[in-house]
């Protein structure tokens, strides 16, 4: 139906989804392929593996009680896109909310309740079935293949298909698989690449700031790490956050939460930046405030500022989260949720905050009607940068510059945008002053890449039967500019087809044929062709 009085009155009137009970569902046996990770890539690769192969049986698990990823319970939808638009099932998704819009099928960032219920409708019309509130437990696997996963909702349930597909952004499933990975920034030298490694202090800091109080402890939120040589390697990935929904409309407003264990000292280093400068910074040159994507309402999307040195994103608070169990990761997402909510109610309520910084921040607040029963906070935080596969090839800069691959399964369209990894105290004439390290220009351009099938191949001596679309094999540097949902999503298709190929033969993923694979892709939609070089193929003599 069509939506009349606004997104609140819509949130009442919408019917619950078809899998509202997913969590903590008895599993059926006998599935022939278990995706990990309800991700847009997780969701993509269980319907592009059902379509390809109807008579599969196809469990989608996922630890979290809420499925879309980042795209819905974490806030950005489908906004990250250049040169190359969303396609194929992303397009199905967006129809199935467009009576919530006037009929407009290009709202790429709905409202999120609204997001995850279209996930919801094409996951059903696929009939992938779906658990979620799993945690992995553990992983067997005999010789070159995974034999089972065990997971924990209430009581241990075990899953032992042919295929796996890890879509998780931690990429557990690798981890625990001992499948070759790696994470943090490469050395300049490892695969030749200009912004590897340690990079100059960015974004600059217009007033410098001193990182210590008086008894020479550091301010909060600075890391006692000391600055990475340039060009060197280190395990800094990129800082993580949560994304925001922001709103200046008063009548879907809420105001910026008080966190438990806010201390307003905690925010010394914003104080004294803020009061250095010589012109009181507004709301909306601290933060990135993108209104979403398509969206005919006054929704935002609350990102980093990249040109400001203090903003969402919380540099270091991620250590230990890539490798870390449960009760380690529960509390990086405390911590990272509390510095960017305590920053918002500091800018807020605090008196020693500049008059047209605070007033500015007034100004908005979170939306009301999203994220209901978590404070409107998402419930996803954004792991920017988790590990990532080494397969047999690494996708780095050199790839990413080239642009054409002959195992193309996509096409991607983004620049390295590379986030600050660290913020440190770095000593400069004796003093040590508060730096930002890590960051790039994210100009995100009209550069097309091909996605090549070794993105998601783990090395053929190590697994045979197990697809990676998120944790991809990439450096750290190339990451930057395939992070991007738009983009994981068709990496998620193509696994998805991969593992409905080889399933029956039990051929080993690697060796699946990359003519049939990119036939199949190209008639399910994904723009696997550069413009002008590759024709459509027939699907006719493909055969699974």
């Known amino acids: 139906f069509l939506l009349r009085g606004g997104p609140a009155t819509f949130m009442k009137l919408w019917p619950a989804p078809a899998f509202a009970s997913a969590a903590c569902r008895a599993p059926a046996s006998g599935y022939d392929l278990v995706v990990f990770g309800a991700t847009p890539a997780g969701i993509a690769a269980a319907v592009s593996a059902k379509r390809t192969n109807t008579t599969m049986r196809v469990a989608l698990v996922a630890p979290e009680e809420h499925i879309g990823g980042m795209a819905s319970p974490g806030g950005i939808g489908f906004r990250d896109f250049a040169a190359v638009p969303p396609c194929c099932t992303i397009n199905e998704w967006a129809a199935y909310h467009a009576d919530a819009y006037g009929g407009r099928e290009d709202v790429w960032q709905p409202d999120n309740y609204i997001g995850e219920q279209s996930f919801y409708k094409l996951l059903k019309n696929a009939s992938v079935e779906v658990f979620t509130g799993e945690e992995l437990v553990g992983v067997k696997r005999d010789g070159l293949r995974l034999t089972e996963i065990t997971t924990k909702c209430g009581e241990e349930r075990t899953w032992s298909p042919s295929q796996f597909i890890d879509a998780s952004y931690e990429g557990d499933l690798v981890r625990l698989g001992n499948v070759s990975y790696t994470f943090g920034r490469e050395a300049e030298a490892t695969y030749k690449e200009d912004l590897a490694g340690g990079l100059d202090f960015a974004p600059p800091f217009k007033a410098n700031v001193s990182a210590t109080w008086d008894n020479g402890t550091l301010l909060k939120y600075v890391s ?22 922001v709103t200046q409309n008063t009548t879907n407003q809420a105001p910026f939460p008080k966190p438990a264990g806010y201390a307003p000292e ?15 910074p507004a709301f909306t040159t601290i933060f990135g405030v993108y209104p979403y ?17 203090i ?3 919380a540099p270091d608070l991620s250590d230990g989260y890539v490798e870390g169990i449960e009760k380690i990761r529960r509390e990086i997402r405390s911590n990272v949720k509390e510095y960017v909510l305590g920053y918002l109610y500091w800018l807020a309520n605090d008196p020693s905050v500049p008059g047209l910084t605070q007033n500015t921040t007034r100004e908005w607040g979170l939306c009301e009607d999203e994220f209901t029963d978590n404070q409107n906070i998402p419930y996803q935080m954004y792991v920017r940068e988790g590990l990532r596969l080494v397969g047999d090839h690494v996708f ?28 440190l105290a770095s000593e400069e004439g004796g003093k040590l002053m508060v730096r930002d390290e890590g960051y790039t220009d994210p100009g995100t351009g009209a550069h097309k890449f091909q996605l090549p099938l070794s993105l998601i191949l783990p ?47 039990r051929t080993p993923v690697q060796e699946v044929d990359i003519k049939a694979l990119q036939d199949h892709l190209r008639h399910q939609g994904v723009p696997v062709d550069l413009p002008g070089e590759y024709p459509v193929q027939s699907l006719s003599s493909v055969v699974i």
């Open 396 to 423: 780095s800069e050199a790839d990413w510059t080239k642009a054409k691959s002959s195992q193309s399964i996509g096409l991607g369209s983004w620049g390295l945008d590379i986030h600050v990894v660290h913020r």
């Open 311 to 313: 903003t969402s994103d």
């Open 266 to 280: 905690n925010f010394e280093l914003m104080r004294r930046y803020m009061t250095a400068l010589d012109k009181a």
């Open 459 to 505: 090395k053929k001596a190590e697994v045979t039967n197990l697809l990676v679309p998120t944790c991809l094999s990439t450096s750290h540097v190339t990451w930057a500019g395939l992070r991007e949902e738009p983009t994981m999503w068709q990496l998620g298709m193509g696994a998805g087809t991969v593992a409905a190929m080889v399933a029956a033969a």
């Open 293 to 309: 994507r398509g969206y005919p309402n006054q929704k935002h999307d609350l990102c980093d500022a990249n040109t400001f040195p």
């Open 224 to 245: 006692s790490r000391k600055p990475t040589v340039l060009g060197e390697a280190d395990q800094g990935v990129m800082a993580f956050s949560y994304r925001l929904c």
